[in-house]
């Protein structure tokens, strides 16, 4: 039962008797500083280089980012610094190592000697036309919690062959420990290479349900001429494809 009300001041008041917690109007003291600012009062070369590699990963940034003239001038009126664009290199191969391995811990942990299924889906880069494959494993904890994760995101380095994207798999398979007697099923859009892959390895295959239905939608807009239009000249006729 609630027998008073706690406004402000008896939340500090509770806070230093309980919590010894000093007031928030104190200064932070020289430790906490330290931990803040890397010592000296002034925010750490190796805090902001941080932030900026978690940066880059969550935005895609290229590393040159640290070394832009722009980027360089903001650093500089902030009177902050970074490494350059080399060691932030290293370090977001350190990251993803860590990650990686993590990763591992996780699936050993939780997949166990379950059965699992993945889905894989290839492209090629815009400009280089390198071609790329990611992967996703989907599989159920024994406490029926569904689990989606990322494997990975490479390029194969060689023409996109059925062969090729074979050996990918079992690449990745091989770094994260996964057994392919496991694997229930592989889940792709209609790629001849994708179906290819899949009999090599000879496991079973699902069609990628988004995909199946985004080719019937582009069929019937082209038998009615839709194909060619604008979706502003498109949409307000849609009832009529159905």
Same mark, same amino acid.
């Given at each position: 039962?609630?027998?008073?009300?706690?406004?402000?001041?008896?939340?500090?008041?509770?806070?230093?008797?309980?919590?010894?917690?000093?007031?928030?109007?104190?200064?932070?003291?020289?430790?906490?500083?330290? @931990?803040?600012?890397? %010592?000296?009062? @002034?925010?750490? +070369?190796? &805090?902001?280089?941080?932030?900026? $590699?978690?940066?880059? *990963?969550?935005?895609?940034?290229?590393?040159?980012?640290?070394?832009?003239?722009?980027?360089?001038?903001?650093?500089?009126?902030?009177?902050?610094?970074?490494? %350059? &664009?080399?060691?932030?290199?290293? &370090? *977001?191969?350190?990251?993803?190592?860590?990650?990686?391995?993590?990763?591992?811990? #996780?699936? &050993?942990?939780?997949? +166990?000697? #379950?059965?699992?299924?993945?889905?894989?889906?290839?492209?090629?880069?815009?400009?280089? +036309?390198?071609?790329?494959?990611?992967?996703?494993?989907?599989?159920?904890?024994?406490?029926?919690?569904?689990?989606?994760? /990322?494997?990975?995101?490479?390029? *194969?380095?060689? =023409?996109?062959?059925?062969?090729?994207?074979?050996?990918?798999?079992?690449?990745? #398979?091989?770094?994260?420990?996964?057994?392919?007697?496991?694997?229930?099923?592989?889940? =792709?859009?209609?790629?001849?290479?994708?179906?290819?892959?899949?009999?090599?390895? +000879?496991?079973?295959?699902? /069609?990628?349900?988004?995909?199946?239905?985004?080719?019937?939608?582009?069929?019937?807009?082209?038998? $009615?001429? #839709?194909?060619?239009?604008?979706?502003?000249?498109?949409? /307000?006729? $849609?009832?009529?494809?159905?």
């Amino acid at each position: 039962m609630v027998t008073a009300c706690i406004g402000p001041n008896n939340l500090v008041d509770h806070m230093k008797r309980v919590h010894q917690f000093q007031s928030i109007n104190s200064q932070p003291t020289s430790e906490q500083k330290k @931990a803040f600012f890397g %010592g000296s009062g @002034a925010i750490s +070369k190796e &805090r902001t280089t941080k932030a900026l $590699v978690r940066m880059i *990963i969550r935005d895609l940034r290229p590393f040159s980012v640290s070394e832009a003239a722009g980027f360089t001038t903001f650093l500089t009126d902030l009177n902050l610094s970074v490494e %350059g &664009r080399t060691k932030i290199a290293t &370090r *977001i191969e350190e990251m993803f190592k860590a990650c990686r391995e993590s990763l591992r811990g #996780f699936l &050993r942990s939780f997949l +166990k000697d #379950f059965l699992f299924s993945i889905s894989v889906d290839g492209w090629s880069t815009s400009v280089r +036309k390198t071609p790329m494959y990611c992967m996703t494993i989907h599989f159920l904890t024994d406490e029926f919690e569904l689990v989606c994760l /990322p494997l990975a995101v490479q390029s *194969i380095d060689v =023409s996109k062959t059925a062969e090729a994207v074979k050996e990918w798999i079992r690449k990745v #398979f091989k770094t994260y420990s996964l057994n392919l007697e496991r694997l229930l099923c592989l889940t =792709s859009d209609e790629a001849s290479v994708e179906e290819c892959a899949t009999k090599l390895l +000879k496991c079973y295959r699902v /069609p990628c349900a988004p995909h199946r239905l985004s080719n019937v939608v582009k069929t019937a807009f082209e038998e $009615v001429g #839709f194909s060619s239009r604008s979706k502003d000249e498109v949409l /307000p006729r $849609v009832p009529l494809v159905q």
